[in-house]
């Protein structure tokens, strides 16, 4: 009796061209066929066909292409490390053919937002740039082509593979190209300083700061003068020769010591913004020695490195030779791989890997805690002291405050900054708790001299809960 079943059976020792492509769906071709009249043994095999040949067609076409590229074109290879990453990065932003890209990655804009002419108003201004594809351009007349890929890596930024290429054997229109955005990044930044920051163990721009003017920062003018032109007589081109010649390694260090809030990291802001350096911002704290070792041999050959609480380095010392660790340097040593020691310090200053020709400043609020080996001179050369704030830093505040701004008389403004200077104790609160109550009250120096009082009270107030509070936890501790 004949089979109804529409799953006929393939006749013995024939093998389908559809099952070798498919197992099994030779079995449900005939019924395909039936109802729609497709003969999938004579279809599938075409299809696979074709896709075999668009496959070769485009590995050919890749091959073809990728051996042009190596043997008629030059190719700059940005690093994404490196500050031209984001010169390249910002030119390419702001150029019509980036708009074309339709993967983009988007990031905050850390230079606008808060420079002059951005009035303030674009909080966090995001800057698009084009990602994990490839643009093709005219620059100057010459086609161009732009890569930007993800690449496998630990990081983030690791991932990242930047070029341009350009066809000919001559890198001359690429280097004009570099040249352009090297100058546009830097006209950007004009009046700006720019601070790095360490993440991830490793030197990232942080932000752009409008470049604050020495005379902002309150110190005795002499030796702000002085220390001005030591610096400045340090980065001039000769004397690093002088240097050079003697065998003495270029570089100056400074130690800023005093309260907080008394101005060391504004004076230290401001020489960078004075002398068109970039700062480099680094807190002991927060790194160990390996990473500190690394991060000094990162550094560009004129900067600034700001160290912030230098004094943790030997306070962790100090701390150890009244405990169980009575050798000095084997004390630090114990701590190693945890938190940045004394001798990795020290090395990491003088070390050879150490760049020269930076200037280095330190800051610390408890100078006595520091060990004699760190400020010894030719580590520090020079120390400067800041001091709470006295009648005339307290005078020149209130003048910075309200002098000049609308509605305000001056003459009237200098008899308030008298009248105000003369119920401030001398020597009690840092220019930073000064500053503060004038700010709240910018809008009047007459409240601002009324309040005087008021505040002062309530300061010492604080300041005698925070006592109590700190004697009762050490009690009960
Ligand atoms: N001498 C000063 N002249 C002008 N402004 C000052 C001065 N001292 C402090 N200020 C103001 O007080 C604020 C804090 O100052 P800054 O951070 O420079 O102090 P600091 O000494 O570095 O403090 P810390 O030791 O806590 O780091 C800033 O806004 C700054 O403008």
Known sequence: MASSSPFQ??????????ELFFPGL????PVIQRYTGINLDAVVPLVCLCGFLVFLYKRGYQ????????????????????????MVLAWVSNQPFAKDSRSFLVNID?????????NGSVKKPLQYAPWNGELRFWYKNYPLVYRRMEKKGDLFRDREEVSI????????????????CRQRYLDDLQGQTLIFEVRSGRWEQSKARCIRQISTVLHEDKEKEALLSDISSFLDPDTREWYTKRGI??????????PPGTGKSSLSLSIAGHFDLDIYILNLASVDDRTLNMLFAQLPQHCVILLEDVDVASQSRSQDKETEHPNPMSSLSEKQGKEVTLSGLLNALDGVGSQEGRVL????????????????????????QFRLADKDIICQLFRIVFKGSDGNDNEAVERHAKNFASRVPESEFSPAEVLSLLLENRQSPGSAVARVEAWIAKVRKERGNKLKREGSWVHTA
């Open 9 to 18: 059976p393939l006749p013995q020792g024939q093998v389908s061209v559809l």
């Open 26 to 29: 030779s079995r449900i071709s």
């Open 63 to 86: 091959d073809i292409s990728n051996w042009v590229q190596k043997s008629f074109s030059s190719t700059v290879h940005v690093s994404c490390n490196s500050e031209v990453h984001e």
């Open 110 to 118: 850390l230079k606008k937002g808060y420079g002059p002419g951005a």
């Open 165 to 180: 290429s350009c066809l000919g054997w001559s890198s001359r229109i690429l280097k004009d190209l570099l040249e352009e």
């Open 249 to 258: 390694p270029y570089r100056r260090g400074y130690l800023l010591y005093g």
């Open 361 to 384: 400043i330190m800051t610390t609020n408890y100078i006595e805690r520091l060990d004699d080996a760190l400020i010894r001179p030719g580590r520090v050369d020079w120390k400067i």
